[in-house]
């Protein structure tokens, strides 16, 4: 706010004017700057200019009463964050090319990248971190809710070959005939859409490579008796519930509202999917445990609470269903934060959540499906509804 009137370049600015300095063009003049429009890092080097306002040729922040308040908490999260992703991932681009970096800008409400850098994030090293459950104070594992990156973005050369039917003298003697029978189940589909939506069936094949890496290292657990810990069951426990799979191949057949970046979204593993998951895998796990263990078979949510926290099945039943009710909130949260796709995706999700609460509802009514889901089944496909 100009505070008394006074003259700038020949202009009369009358006191009480609002003034906002242009930053920007401060920041490309040529008078400081060489080649503003040029992405040179290096220009700095071996220089003591700093960013906290004392030097017009640098103002990421602005200066003065009216710096940013937020420069002291960004500096530290992109310091924070930065380390991390170079501590536990390995970053390469797609098919081992050269970088080739345009830094040319597009404008909107912020600055960002006009062309985007899309890399390939190997896991190196385990991701150790735990926070308290919102509705208890039991300590668990803050990031089960989100491994799409272990999941999703890491670079796995072997997989482009996996997908052909070429390979199924690898596989035992029992697996060749499912194996066929699936790829031509996804050749269906894909002649069942048209042209410009048979890149869908990529997608699928891909969430079901996922679910089958799962399934195979859940095999090995159990094939070693190892029970590992809540954290580390749930970064594969998730994917094998096959909800990922599931709600991507929901996608396949909704006509045009079903985009390419719907795809993307659903295939990136969201928020309202990862909840859903949990709500599917662990209250089956609550209500289908004890029969599980008396064949072989992995080991459930349930004795892995147990073994990580000294419990007993009743405790770690009842926090595991504090998880459960905070993945209820989760997908509400979600539900009421608008997105860019139409609200029918949500409710596919909501939809797959709403039944597997059905189902497993203080009962395994899955495998005990003569009661209540023979039921509820009837009255959906075979009796008549009144109208």
Request: contains cysteine.
């Amino acid at each position: 706010m100009c505070r008394k009137t006074c003259e700038v370049l020949g202009y009369e600015i009358e006191a009480g004017t609002p003034v906002l300095v242009n930053a920007w063009a401060i920041n490309r003049d040529p008078q400081y700057r060489r080649e503003a429009e040029s992405f040179r890092p290096e220009r700095f080097e071996g220089k003591s200019i700093d960013f906290k306002g004392g030097n017009f040729e640098y103002l990421p922040f602005g200066a003065g009463r009216r710096i940013c308040p937020g420069m002291e908490f960004g500096l530290a999260t992109v310091h924070l964050s930065l380390a991390q992703l170079l501590l536990y991932f390995d970053w390469k681009l797609r098919d081992g090319r050269k970088p080739e970096l345009d830094m040319s800008e597009t404008y909107g409400v912020t600055v960002t990248r006009k062309t985007e850098l899309k890399l390939f994030a190997t896991p190196r090293i385990p991701i150790p971190s735990t926070i308290y459950c919102k509705s208890c104070s039991c300590l668990m594992p803050s990031n089960f809710l989100d491994i799409s990156t272990h999941l999703h973005a890491s670079d796995r050369p072997s997989r482009s070959h996996v997908w052909d039917a070429k390979v199924v003298h690898q596989l035992p003697e029992y697996m060749k005939d499912y194996y066929l029978k699936l790829m031509h189940t996804f050749e269906e589909f894909e002649d069942l859409l048209a042209s410009s939506e048979k890149y869908r069936i990529t997608y699928l094949k891909e969430v079901m490579k996922d679910l089958s890496e799962a399934y195979f290292e859940e095999s090995k657990w159990r094939d070693q008796h190892y029970i590992p810990t809540l954290e580390e069951h749930l970064h594969v426990s998730l994917i094998s519930s096959t909800y990922p799979m599931l709600e991507c191949a929901s996608f396949i057949g909704m006509g045009e509202i079903a985009s390419k970046e719907a795809f993307e979204w659903i295939t990136s593993f969201p928020k309202i999917v990862q909840a859903s998951a949990i709500i599917c895998h662990i209250m089956d796990d609550i209500t289908s445990h004890e029969l599980e263990q008396t064949r072989a078979h992995v080991a459930s949510t349930v004795q892995c609470y147990m073994k990580e926290y000294g419990t007993n099945v009743q405790v770690a039943c009842k926090k595991l269903q504090d998880l459960v009710e905070d993945a209820w909130k989760d997908i509400n949260e979600e539900c009421l934060n608008p997105i860019v796709f139409p609200i029918a995706f949500l409710e596919r999700d909501v939809n797959f959540s709403r039944m597997m609460e059905k189902i497993y509802k203080q009962v395994d009514g899955y495998t005990n499906s003569s009661s209540k889901m023979k039921y509820f089944i009837s009255l959906l496909l075979v009796h008549p509804i009144p109208i």
